[in-house]
């Protein structure tokens, strides 16, 4: 693989480019960006996508806003964040307000820094998951024998008796941590601490007592589930929250593929958005500091249906409006505030 493309976000490529690399970064914007980004806020949020990389009026070659890293076509892309890691990592902390730095942890590598982003939104993921305990669901148990375990399976049952055997088929509906979900949780931390061996401190304690038990259910090193067994799935209203902490784990697992290759034609890598941080900061800042009495509603993630305008018969709905931050004093607004 070649040097590394090297770019800071919202900025011009600061450079010198061949027409080798003009084709590559032509190909690069037009790359459907949703299999690289982890949202930081709530995965069922709608928002603008916007492209990795563009080429303004003038000619020259823009970073969008995303921060993180990439392999593709073999070629290596690492977007720097414009304000400096201590400004995100600031934001970082605002917004989860459960993890700080770790003490050891080094400035110096974007890519190390978005390891430990990731790291930071996986572990609060995982807290909030495990609130009411480990990710136990019930899964289909199929037995055979002499006797009726659980619910008499009457079909399988006419089966067996057609082949000759003296069995009774039953089906029971067992409480047991071996699922795809504890294996996609148990291999996003084995992802991550792959790469964080600098410290053994970006665990939260509750990370820390939640991983033996599920490793000892899985195994330290097991097959990362596919999104089709992950799908099948089902939850109960306590271990729904497993869904997004499965998902996510799922994302982190497969896109940091426990390091990067240099295989050619090889994609994989993970990106943050810097506009969706930003616009979360603000949010956490503003909920802080609102007087009681009021409430604060995340305006793109609260589906709210108002709009800019209206017809004069009042039929018909024009422009729909999606403000990033609504201050309600009950059901009256307030106050509308966009992160900008």
């Known amino acids: 693989m070649t040097v590394p493309v090297l770019w800071r976000d919202l900025s011009p490529y600061p450079g010198e480019l061949t027409p080798e690399d003009h084709d590559w970064?032509?190909?690069?914007?037009?790359?459907?960006?949703q299999d690289f980004v982890i949202r930081v806020g709530s995965d069922d949020e709608e928002d603008e996508q916007s492209p990795i990389v563009e080429r303004r009026s003038?000619?020259?070659?823009?970073?969008?806003?995303?921060?993180?890293?990439?392999?593709?076509?073999?070629?290596?892309?690492?977007?720097?964040?414009?304000?400096?890691?201590?400004?995100?990592?600031?934001?970082?902390?605002?917004?989860?307000?459960?993890m700080a730095t770790p003490a050891s942890a080094q400035h110096a590598q974007t890519e190390s820094f978005i390891v430990r982003l990731l790291a930071r939104l996986w572990c609060r993921t995982i807290d909030a998951a495990t609130r009411h305990g480990l990710p136990l669901l019930r899964l289909l148990r199929n037995h055979e024998g002499l006797f009726v375990r659980g619910r008499f399976d009457v079909a399988h049952t006419t089966t067996l008796m057609g082949e000759g055997r003296e069995t009774i088929a039953s089906i029971t509906h067992d409480r047991s941590l071996s699922h795809p979900v504890t294996r996609a949780i148990v291999c996003a931390d084995r992802a991550l601490g792959t790469l964080l061996t600098d410290s053994a401190e970006w665990r939260t304690e509750r990370v820390r007592q939640t991983l033996p038990p599920l490793r000892g259910a899985v195994g330290a090193r097991p097959r990362l589930?596919?999104?089709?067994?992950?799908?099948?799935?089902?939850?109960?209203?306590?271990?729904?929250?497993?869904?997004?902490?499965?998902?996510?784990?799922?994302?982190?697992?497969?896109?940091?593929?426990?390091?990067?290759?240099?295989?050619?034609?090889?994609?994989?890598?993970?990106?943050?958005?810097?506009?969706?941080?930003?616009?979360?900061?603000?949010?956490?800042?503003?909920?802080?500091?609102?007087?009681g009495g009021l409430r604060v509603e995340h305006g793109t993630h609260a589906r709210r249906r108002d709009f800019f305008l209206?017809?004069?018969?009042?039929?018909?709905?024009?422009?729909?409006?999606?403000?990033?931050i609504l201050v309600l004093d009950g059901e009256e607004i307030f106050a509308v505030i966009d992160a900008k």
């Open 310 to 324: 209206r017809s004069a018969d009042g039929e018909h709905e024009i422009g729909r409006l999606k403000p990033d």
């Open 225 to 291: 589930p596919s999104l089709y067994e992950l799908s099948r799935v089902r939850y109960t209203p306590i271990t729904l929250p497993f869904r997004r902490a499965a998902i996510l784990s799922h994302r982190i697992a497969s896109r940091l593929g426990y390091g990067a290759t240099d295989d050619e034609g090889n994609e994989e890598g993970i990106l943050v958005d810097v506009a969706e941080l930003w616009e979360l900061f603000v949010l956490n800042c503003i909920r802080q500091t609102t007087p």
């Open 58 to 98: 003038d000619g020259r070659w823009w970073a969008g806003r995303y921060i993180g890293a990439l392999t593709f076509e073999g070629r290596r892309l690492i977007i720097e964040p414009r304000l400096g890691v201590t400004v995100i990592e600031a934001w970082l902390d605002q917004i989860f307000g459960l």
């Open 25 to 33: 970064l032509q190909r690069l914007s037009r790359r459907d960006i």
